[in-house]
């Protein structure tokens, strides 16, 4: 473990909430692109998460950092995959993250109170959560989804978390990472997060705010944040 992790903790909170400062100059605009609208949902998350494990490690809660990490770790693909991507494609898939987010979630949400219903042996039950006109309307958003998509509607991006990594340039973090927290956060018997394993939710999240600051264009911000994050990597014995 860092010696002195609680330094690391400091510089990247301190970091975290420079950030947050220029987001929110960026979210009192008017004329907020579909990118920066998802890129503001995107930090506020990330930083949500990021606060609630500090809050968790100082508790000694460690398994619930690792369930939070496993979060940052998603928002992290999503970002870095969203960084990736060409400079011209970036405000298609920020059109298609919204989109998503407001025709699809729903539908799935619905479907999946539909299963549960049916699996209690009871249809009935989803009439007391969704009108007929509200299940035409969420088959029909569903539908102008598949049209304008070409019919994935499987996630966001149109892709697994596993093809979401390539696209992202972060194989090895997801062959490192993915499966080792999906255990602690489903309850697996083996999964376990260590007091010493705070150097991945703080190197998860600084590496966020690097691609975060890269993206909205506050270059100074993410060359310091990237410099706090090389230092953790020459010091800690925690792969990352």
């Known amino acids: 473990m860092v010696n002195n992790i609680g330094s690391y903790i400091s510089e990247c909170d301190s970091i975290g909430k420079i950030l947050e400062k220029q987001i929110d100059i960026k979210r009192t605009s008017s004329e907020l692109t579909e990118l920066e609208k998802v890129l503001l949902r995107l930090f506020e998350r ?90 035409k309307e969420l088959e029909d958003n569903k539908e102008e989804f598949i049209r304008k998509y070409n019919g994935n509607i499987r996630s966001w991006s149109g892709l697994n978390f596993s093809e979401l990594s390539l696209k992202a340039g972060e194989r090895d973090k997801y062959f490192r990472y993915y499966n080792r927290l999906s255990c602690v956060t489903h309850g697996a018997p083996l999964g376990n997060f260590t007091k010493k394993e705070i150097s991945i939710t703080i190197f998860l999240s600084l590496t966020s705010f690097v691609a975060l600051a890269d993206l909205i264009g506050e270059n100074e911000l993410a060359i310091k944040a990237n410099k706090v994050k090389d230092n953790l990597l020459a010091e800690t014995d925690v792969v990352l």
């Open 46 to 135: 990330l930083y949500g998460n990021y606060a609630g494990a500090l809050e968790l490690y100082t508790k000694n809660l460690y398994v619930q950092v690792g369930t939070l990490t496993r979060s940052i770790f998603e928002d992290y693909l999503n970002i870095f995959y969203i960084q990736h991507a060409p400079q011209e494609n970036r405000e298609k898939l920020a059109e298609r993250y919204l989109d998503y987010a407001g025709l699809i979630e729903p539908y799935n949400h619905y479907k999946s109170v539909e299963k549960l219903a049916t699996e209690l042996g009871d249809l009935s039950l989803l009439s007391k959560v969704y009108s007929t006109v509200k299940i």
